[in-house]
C-alpha cells in the first residue's frame, strides 16, 4: 500500500469522490511523512471542531487527521495509550485516542472498532520497539505458552495489517530463535 491507494481508500468510504481535495490530502500528508515512515491505514471521520468529514491515516510511526488542505493533526504512536469505541445517536461511532499528549477525539468514524484495533496494534508494535531492551545474564527461555502468546499477538498484528510480511517474519524468526 502506498500514500495514494490510503488516501484514495480512506475518500472512497468518506463518499468523497471530490479530486482536488485528494490531491490536497495526498501533498499534505507526503509534505509531512517523517523518515521510515509507512502508510498502514485510513478511515474517514470528523474532528469534534470541524463540520465535515476528513481522513484519518495510520502510520507506521503517527496517526493524523486530515481536512481540507489544513496542516494535519498528528498524534505519535509512541504516546498512544489507549484507543477506544463509543456508539452515539448524534455522532455516530466516537473514536477516543488517549495518549500521553492528550485526548483526541473523532467522530461519525467508519468501522471505528477495526480502525481502534489497527492503531491499538501498531502503537504496541511502536513502543515495543522503542523499549530499552532488557539484558539479563541467564534469560529463561519462554515457555511454550509464552511462546504461542507472543506468537498470536505477532499475527494478530500482520493480520491487522501493522506489520508487514517481511516484518512479520523477521519477528517471528526472533521468537523462535
Known amino acids: 500500500m502506498d500514500w495514494t ?3 484514495d ?16 490530502a495526498l501533498r499534505t500528508v507526503e509534505a509531512n511523512v517523517v523518515p521510515d515512515e509507512r502508510p498502514v ?14 481522513v484519518l491515516v495510520l502510520t507506521t510511526q503517527r496517526l493524523l487527521f486530515l481536512k481540507d488542505g489544513k496542516p494535519p493533526v498528528p498524534v505519535p504512536l509512541s504516546a498512544v495509550t489507549d484507543a477506544t469505541v463509543a456508539k452515539t445517536r448524534l455522532n ?5 485516542v488517549v495518549a ?8 461519525d468514524v467508519v468501522k471505528a472498532e477495526v480502525f481502534a484495533e489497527q492503531v491499538r496494534a501498531a502503537a504496541r508494535l511502536v513502543r ?8 539479563a545474564p541467564a534469560a529463561p527461555a519462554a515457555s511454550g505458552a509464552e511462546l504461542l502468546d507472543q506468537l498470536e499477538r505477532l ?23
Not at 480512506?10 to 490536497?24: K, L
Not at 455516530?92 to 477516543?96: A, I, K, S, T
Not at 500521553?100 to 467522530?107: C, I, K, P, V, Y
Open 100 to 107: 500521553l499528549t492528550g485526548s483526541h477525539r473523532f467522530e
Open 5 to 7: 491507494d490510503l488516501i
Open 41 to 54: 491505514a485510513s478511515t474517514a471521520g470528523r474532528h469534534p471542531d470541524h463540520f465535515r468529514k476528513g
Open 128 to 135: 515495543d520497539a522503542s523499549a530499552e531492551p532488557r539484558v
Open 155 to 177: 499475527a494478530a498484528l500482520h493480520a491487522a495489517g501493522a506489520l508487514t510480511d517481511e516484518e512479520f517474519g523477521r519477528a517471528k524468526q526472533r521468537l523462535i530463535g
Open 92 to 96: 455516530g461511532e466516537v473514536l477516543l
Open 9 to 24: 481508500a480512506a475518500f472512497d468510504v468518506a463518499g468523497n469522490s471530490n479530486r482536488d481535495n485528494r490531491a490536497e
